[in-house]
């Protein structure tokens, strides 16, 4: 290891290091000049000016990372330096073999929170049958490189199982590819091949000699030489996936799971029945299936017992929103419980009130600097904004098992358009998105550039939620928001239901984990039907024929499939309805302009009724939906472009 000093600015003294790295690198990688990998120690918790010389910031080095496997994102910088960003402090190592080469594994869960809660068999019919794991994102992983084989952390069952079970291909020495998405991590073996497993205990002193478990990553690192060894004797893994009962492991009967990953036994909890055990006992998650069922149960009952009213269908139609789709936005008449709707599903996710930020927009908000905050050059120091936003952000960045949500309240107070921008750019991408603070050339030159990064990366943990108010005071969406948000208008419910709905009795709150929700959430291929598919179509031919800037893009098409893909089962809530909405929340909330521009589309006719192109398209897919919500929504535009020649 070799330190020398560095000066970026004045009076600041910082400390370059270089190291050599021990497991492969990407192969763009060997196509540049090769300086070694290096760091600043400004980067890895430490300030500047923090060593008198570099004699004495190699030493602290030394005894403080000498002795850890370390694990870094390799960037580059101009094609010549390989930059160590987000160094993380892994594993001690008291063994290192100084010349050996290191492969990584992904590895799923952890040390007291096995993958999936302890159902090693849902892991192993994912595993076989190619449905997604969560856990590993592209921040751990390279899509060039495949796994020589897969970890999953399992429940040991009081000594009858091991710590961990080893997944491998029987056929070749790794699995064929991988595919790393929003729905976690796919495996596939060449033509289908069969997967091997072993079961593995962490008291084996070949495993600890020659295998470092990162503490912070999703990952294993063995070194090259002892990977035969490691995955030496594995046994076909059954057919069916379940490998408990081959130890005779009843996983149902003998444990349930909460919403933390803990087993507990059956003794110690008693079974929910009914709404007034929900209500006296604390909801236990038995299985991460029935989880989401006990959760909206929750959210209905928490409104009640609050003396809230909204209508079922609203909550279960803002649920699906806000786990399908990165930004949920609520409209409605002032006073009708928006807000209190987003306070009342952090409740129910049991999330503490300092992780659900309601921020009241201000009509002088201009830009992203006006939420976040900017770098002050003059004095180089990052000041954040008083939103709380950046804060939040950098926490949820930290503990990504955690839920958080963003409100937005009164979002149309200013052009969000313009303050929003950054975010509306970034949340529609795949994977895990970046917001920019600051340019980043900077962080190294900030003094507060350690707690304010250039960049924080916005993971499936942080929800979006927006409230609108449409008055006088307020500005209009542009299609560049309503085309990446779901809009939704809270049904006005009648006063004489309001006392018969309360219930004394607050129902107990458990957290629920981000991992636990993220299990709410279903991913996967475009399942839009042929028929449903033809529909989106006749309703863009409309719009072509109209020649009116509106119609459904891709974007659009492919959040419509989200939502009804994630409509819950039992559930007086179905696809058909579910499509109902989509067209008001999607495409309907674009319908906008003169009586003449729209008359092809929709217009009162002599006989005072609605009647128009769009209405005929749902006229010939009434197969497909009854279009309620729909029908209502058109009926009252045209009677606007009637009374007004103009509609919103």
């Known amino acids: 290891m070799e330190v020398k000093g560095s000066t970026p600015q004045a009076g600041m003294k910082d400390y370059r290091f270089f190291v050599d790295p021990v497991s492969s690198l990407p192969p763009y990688f060997s196509e540049s000049l090769k300086y070694g990998f290096t760091g600043f120690m400004s980067r890895i918790g430490l300030g500047f000016n923090a060593f008198d010389n570099d004699e004495e910031a190699l030493r602290y080095l030394q005894n403080e990372w000498g002795d850890f496997f370390v694990t870094f994102t390799p960037a580059m910088r101009n094609n010549k330096f390989f930059v160590l960003d987000d160094l993380q402090k892994e594993s001690p190592v008291s063994y290192p073999e100084q010349n050996a080469a290191y492969l990584p594994l992904p590895a799923f869960g952890q040390v007291g929170a096995p993958v999936f809660g302890g159902d090693i068999n849902k892991f192993c019919r994912h595993i076989l049958t190619g449905k997604p794991i969560p856990g590993l994102s592209k921040k751990y992983w390279n899509s060039?490189?495949?796994?020589?084989?897969?970890?999953?952390?399992?429940?040991?069952?009081?000594?009858?199982?091991?710590?961990?079970?080893?997944?491998?291909?029987?056929?070749?020495n790794a699995f064929d590819k991988e595919v790393i998405s929003e729905g976690g991590a796919y495996f596939s073996t060449e033509n289908s091949g069969r997967i091997g497993y072993k079961v593995l205990h962490f008291s084996d002193d070949s495993l600890e000699s020659h295998v470092v478990r990162c503490r912070h990553s999703p990952l294993w690192f063995v070194s090259e030489d002892s990977l035969g060894d490691l995955i030496s004797d594995i046994q076909e893994l059954p057919n069916d996936g379940d490998v408990l009962s081959l130890y005779g492991i009843k996983f149902d009967e003998s444990v349930v799971i909460d919403n933390i990953g803990h087993t507990e036994s059956d003794e110690d909890k008693e079974n929910l029945e009914g709404v007034s055990d929900v209500l006296d006992d604390t909801p236990v998650f038995e299985s991460f299936d029935n989880a989401e069922n006990i959760f909206l149960d929750r959210l209905s009952l928490l409104a009640k017992a609050k003396g809230l009213l909204y209508h079922e269908r609203d909550l279960?139609?803002?649920?699906?929103?806000v786990k399908s789709a990165r930004l949920t936005i609520l409209a409605g008449l002032s006073g009708m419980g928006k807000s209190q709707l987003v306070r009342l599903y952090g409740e129910a996710l049991g999330l503490p009130p300092e992780r659900v930020l309601m921020v009241p927009v201000r009509p002088s908000w201009m830009d992203d600097s006006d939420i976040l905050g900017y770098a002050d050059t003059t004095q180089m120091v990052y000041r954040a904004a008083d939103t709380g936003i950046s804060e939040l952000l950098l926490d949820a960045e930290k503990h990504q098992d955690k839920l958080y949500m963003i409100c937005f309240d009164e979002m149309n107070l200013a052009r969000a358009e313009h303050y929003f921008a950054q975010f509306i750019s970034v949340l529609e991408k795949e994977g895990t998105p970046r917001i920019r603070l600051y340019n980043p050339t900077l962080q190294g030159r900030l003094y507060n550039g350690q707690v304010y990064p250039a960049e924080i990366s916005i993971g499936k943990n942080v929800i979006f939620v927006g409230t609108v108010n449409v008055d006088e005071s307020t500005y209009h969406f542009s299609d560049k928001i309503l085309d990446r948000a779901n809009v939704l208008t809270l049904h006005r419910e009648r006063f004489s239901e309001w006392r018969c709905g309360e219930i004394d009795k607050v129902?107990?709150?458990?957290?629920?984990?981000?991992?636990?929700?993220?299990?709410?959430?279903?991913?996967?291929?475009?399942?839009?039907?042929?028929?449903?598919?033809?529909?989106?179509?006749?309703?863009?031919?409309?719009?072509?024929?109209?020649?009116?800037?509106?119609?459904?893009?891709?974007?659009?098409?492919r959040q419509i499939d989200a939502y009804l893909k994630n409509i819950p089962t039992d559930y007086d809530f179905d696809r058909e309805e579910g499509l109902d909405c989509q067209m008001v929340q999607r495409i309907l909330t674009k319908l906008r302009g003169s009586s003449q521009q729209l008359h092809a589309l929709i217009h009162v006719s002599d006989q005072g009724e609605a009647e128009g192109s769009l209405l005929q398209v749902f006229d010939r897919y009434k197969d497909l939906s009854d279009f309620i919500e729909s029908r209502k929504l058109l009926s009252l535009k045209a009677q606007e472009l009637k009374l007004y020649d103009y509609t919103i």
């Open 507 to 557: 129902p107990e709150i458990e957290e629920i984990s981000a991992s636990v929700f993220d299990t709410f959430r279903v991913y996967g291929n475009l399942e839009l039907t042929d028929r449903e598919l033809a529909f989106l179509d006749d309703l863009n031919r409309a719009f072509e024929e109209s020649h009116i800037q509106c119609g459904i893009g891709f974007r659009v098409a």
């Open 144 to 172: 060039m490189f495949t796994p020589h084989a897969v970890i999953a952390y399992t429940d040991n069952f009081d000594g009858r199982l091991g710590d961990a079970i080893l997944f491998a291909p029987l056929e070749g």
């Open 316 to 321: 279960l139609n803002f649920h699906i929103s």
